[in-house]
C-alpha cells in the first residue's frame, strides 16, 4: 500500500503525542517587536491555529495548490504558516524579508500569489504588491477562522509543490525552487536523523526560517516533538541570554551568525551557556578552520556542518565529529569537521570532468517555477548541477574548492554577482564593473565590486547608489578601482583571475 508522504505528518504526529507539550516560545512583546507575541503555544494549539488558517484560506476561495506569499521575520506565525498552508494542499512561498519592494513585488508577481502576508516591519510593501489578499500578520481575525474545519486535502499527494522558494542565481532575477511534499519531508527525516533530533531537544531559530524553509528544522523539530524558540534579529549576546534562558540544545547558523556569538562571549559574564550541550549546524560559506576551534575551545559547543542548496531542500552531505576523531586534538578536529561532509543517508554526490560537483536524490526540486529550459539545463542526465566546484577526498567527504556559479555567499545569504554588476554599472561613472567574493572572518564572503571608471566617483558613492536598488545585504561592502578587467580572446569575463589575489593563501578558495 502507497501511503502519501505530506508535510502535515510532522504536525499530526506532534498533536497526538505531545498535546499539551509548549511547541514554541514566540518572540517576547516588546519596543523593537511590532507584532504581539503569540506566547507559547502548546501543539495541541498550534494544530489549532494551522486548522485555522485552513480554514480562513477556504473561505477566500484560494483552491489547492493557490501560492500563499508570507513577507517576515522568524515568528511563531510563520512556523504555523508552513503547516497552515502546504498542510492542506496549497504552496507557500517564504519570501526574504530583507528585500527591497521592487524585488518582492517580482517574487510575487511571478509566483502568482492569490494571498500575501506581510510582517508589521514589512507592511509597507503590501501597498505596492498586486495580489487579491492582503494582510499584515498579527491581525489574527485576518489570518485565521476560528471554530470552523478546514475543508480536508481530499487527495494528498506527496508529488505536490508544497514550497515555491526564490533563490538568487547566476541571473538578475531570482529563481522560484520548486519542492514538492515528498522532498522536504524526506529532507527534514534524514536531517534529523544525522543532527540527532529527539524531543529533548530545545531548537533556537537563529536561521531565518524563510531560507530554504529553515533548512527542515520547522518540520522535523515539530514531528518529534522538540521545543522552537523564536529569534526574529541576529544579536550575539541575545543568542547567548537565549541558550541559557531556555535550555536551547541545537540551532543551525550561518558563519555570520556563528561570529556574532563568539564575539558577544568575549564579554560575557560567567560561564559560557549551553557548554557540551549546544550543537551548532553550520552551512553557507565554509568557516575558517579557526573559527571552527574556537566554537569547541571556547564555547564548548558542537561543531557539525552541511553542504547543500535551496534546490536540493538543502541536505547534500552532513559533516559531524566521528568516533575515530575523538582521540585527536582540536586543531585536526576543526580540519577534518571544515569539509563539506559525507554524503547524507540516500544522498548520491558525484563529481564531473569539468570538477563541478553533482548530487542525485528524493530531496531535489521537482523544478524551476515557470522554467522549464532552466529545469532541464540543472537536472541533465538525471544529476542536479550545483554549479560549485569540489572533489572527494580520500574519505569519500565533500571538498568544496570553487563557486563556479559566481554566486557569493555573504552571511548566508546568496547574493547574485550579476545582479550587484548590473546595479554598478547603473552609475554613470562606471564604465566596466566585475563584483567577486573575498574572504572575510565576519560575513564568511565579502561582496566586492572592481571597477574601472569613467569619470571621477567615489566607493561610497558607488556604494549609496547600490542602496537605491538592492536589499542591504547585497550592496558591496567595498570598491575597488582598477585600470582594466581581465578577459579572454572572446571578451569573457576572467573572474577567477580577480578572485586569485584574494584567496591564495587560503585553505579553500571559494
Known amino acids: 500500500m502507497h501511503y502519501p508522504l505530506t508535510i502535515r505528518d510532522f504536525l499530526d504526529r506532534a498533536v497526538h503525542v505531545y498535546p499539551d507539550r509548549v511547541g514554541v516560545v514566540d518572540e517576547p512583546d516588546g519596543p523593537d517587536v511590532p507584532v504581539a507575541s503569540l506566547g507559547a503555544p502548546t501543539y495541541r494549539e498550534i494544530g489549532a491555529l494551522a486548522r485555522a488558517q485552513a480554514a480562513r484560506l477556504d473561505s477566500l476561495g484560494v483552491p489547492v495548490g493557490g501560492r500563499v506569499a508570507i513577507v517576515s521575520q522568524n515568528s511563531a506565525r510563520l512556523l504555523t504558516s508552513f503547516f497552515g498552508v502546504s498542510g492542506w494542499g496549497r504552496v507557500l512561498v517564504p519570501i526574504n524579508f530583507r528585500l527591497t519592494a521592487a524585488e518582492i513585488a517580482y517574487i510575487v508577481d511571478h509566483a502568482g500569489a492569490d494571498v500575501v502576508y506581510a510582517d508589521p516591519s514589512c507592511a ?47 541571473t538578475a532575477r531570482p529563481k522560484g525552487v520548486q519542492l514538492t511534499h515528498r522532498n522536504l519531508w524526506l529532507n527534514a ?15 533556537l ?8 524553509n529553515g533548512w527542515g528544522m520547522p518540520y522535523a523539530v515539530t514531528g518529534l516533538g522538540g521545543r ?50 549546544v550543537r551548532v549546524i553550520c552551512a553557507g560559506a565554509p568557516p575558517p578552520t579557526r573559527t571552527i576551534e574556537r566554537i569547541i575551545d571556547e564555547l564548548g559547543w558542537e561543531f557539525c556542518q552541511l553542504y547543500g542548496l535551496t534546490e536540493t531542500s538543502p541536505l547534500v552531505t552532513f559533516n559531524r565529529q566521528r568516533v575515530e576523531w575523538d582521540g585527536l586534538d582540536t586543531a585536526a578536529r576543526a580540519r577534518r569537521l571544515g569539509r563539506a561532509g559525507a554524503p547524507a543517508l540516500g544522498v548520491r554526490v558525484a563529481v564531473d570532468a569539468d570538477d563541478e560537483v553533482l548530487t542525485a536524490s528524493n530531496h531535489n526540486l521537482d523544478g524551476y ?19 560549485d566546484g569540489g572533489y572527494l577526498d580520500d574519505d569519500g567527504y565533500l571538498v568544496i574548492s570553487d563557486r563556479k556559479k559566481d554566486v557569493i555567499i555573504s552571511g548566508g545569504e546568496n547574493v547574485s554577482s550579476i545582479e550587484v554588476e548590473d546595479a554598478l554599472a547603473g552609475h554613470p561613472a562606471v564604465r ?42 547585497k550592496c558591496p561592502k567595498r570598491v575597488e578601482f582598477v585600470d582594466a578587467l581581465p578577459r579572454t580572446a572572446t ?4 573572474k577567477f583571475k580577480l578572485r586569485e589575489p584574494y584567496w591564495a593563501d587560503r585553505e579553500r578558495p571559494i
Not at 550561518?254 to 563568539?262: E, R, T
Not at 517555477?369 to 554549479?387: I, S, V
Not at 558607488?462 to 536598488?469: E, F, S, V
Open 369 to 387: 517555477w515557470r522554467q522549464p529550459e532552466e529545469t532541464a539545463k540543472a537536472q541533465a542526465d538525471g544529476w542536479f548541477h550545483t554549479g
Open 228 to 277: 522552537h524558540i523564536v529569534q526574529r534579529r541576529i544579536d550575539g549576546a541575545q543568542i547567548l541570554r537565549r541558550v541559557a534562558e531556555h535550555g536551547v540544545t541545537v540551532m543551525c547558523a550561518a558563519p555570520a551568525v556563528v561570529n556574532a556569538v563568539l564575539e558577544a562571549a568575549a564579554d560575557w559574564e560567567g560561564d559560557i551557556p549551553g557548554r557540551d550541550r
Open 124 to 170: 509597507d510593501v503590501l501597498d505596492g504588491l498586486d495580489a487579491p489578499h492582503k494582510f499584515v500578520l498579527g491581525d489574527d481575525d485576518a489570518l485565521y477562522l476560528r471554530g470552523t474545519d478546514p475543508v480536508p486535502w481530499t487527495a494528498p499527494d506527496e508529488a505536490a509543490t508544497a514550497t515555491i522558494n526564490y533563490t538568487s542565481g547566476t
Open 491 to 494: 571578451g569573457k569575463l576572467q
Open 432 to 473: 566596466e564593473v566585475a563584483v567577486i567574493g573575498i574572504p572575510d572572518e565576519k560575513w564568511g564572503e565579502l561582496v566586492t565590486g572592481l571597477v574601472v571608471a569613467a569619470d571621477a566617483v567615489t566607493a561610497d558613492e558607488l556604494i549609496a547608489h547600490c542602496r537605491t536598488r538592492l536589499a542591504g545585504y
Open 205 to 212: 531559530h537563529t536561521l531565518p526560517m524563510f531560507h530554504a
Open 189 to 203: 527525516t534524514v536531517f534529523a536523523l544525522h543532527s540527532g533530533i529527539s524531543d529533548r531537544d530545545v531548537y
